[in-house]
């Protein structure tokens, strides 16, 4: 664990996104090794890196940062207003991706990531948040259940 005191989770500004795109390079990384899917190519950070911008120029989600000695360590990106066509029951919220460098985890900075995420959602009366994780990445799978997320459907897939 680190002392809460050292770890700084602020609002992303644009220059610290130019760092995160890096960030999320190095998460695409560790899922294609698992799922062999999203290429994790620099073209695919700078797609990325777009869409980020635009979901937060149009106000519909937020970027945290974990900072730690002046080096922003991880990240969570979320988007709180999702459009569907169809009625739903609640607002829910989607936590699109979160990392933190391998060498900084099992420390608490992705539980502190998640409840500076929480905090900003409560704000907004959203009470319902949702995700996807890889289901052959234990570790994140087990981190989340710890934060009190359960499995509601499965994604499927098969090679043909």
């Given at each position: ?93 989607l936590i699109s991706d979160m990392y ?49 997320f359960k499995i509601c459907r499965y ?6």
């Open positions: 664990m680190v002392d809460e005191c050292q770890v700084l989770i602020r609002e992303a500004t644009i220059e610290d996104l130019k760092r995160v795109k890096f960030l999320w390079l190095k998460l695409a990384e560790e899922m294609y090794k698992i799922e062999e899917y999203i290429f994790p190519s620099k073209e695919n950070a700078e797609r990325w890196f777009s869409s980020v911008l635009s979901t937060l120029r149009e106000g519909k989600g937020k970027v945290f940062v974990a900072q730690l000695n002046g080096e922003i360590v991880g990240f969570i990106y979320f988007i709180h207003s999702l459009r569907t066509f169809l009625e739903v029951s609640k607002q829910v919220a933190v460098k391998p060498e900084f985890r099992r420390r608490g900075i992705g539980s502190l990531l998640l409840e500076k995420c929480f905090e900003h959602l409560r704000k907004l009366h959203i009470k319902h948040v949702m995700l996807s994780v890889l289901s052959e990445n234990l570790a994140a799978v087990k981190f989340y259940e710890k934060h009190g994604d499927m897939s098969r090679n043909i």
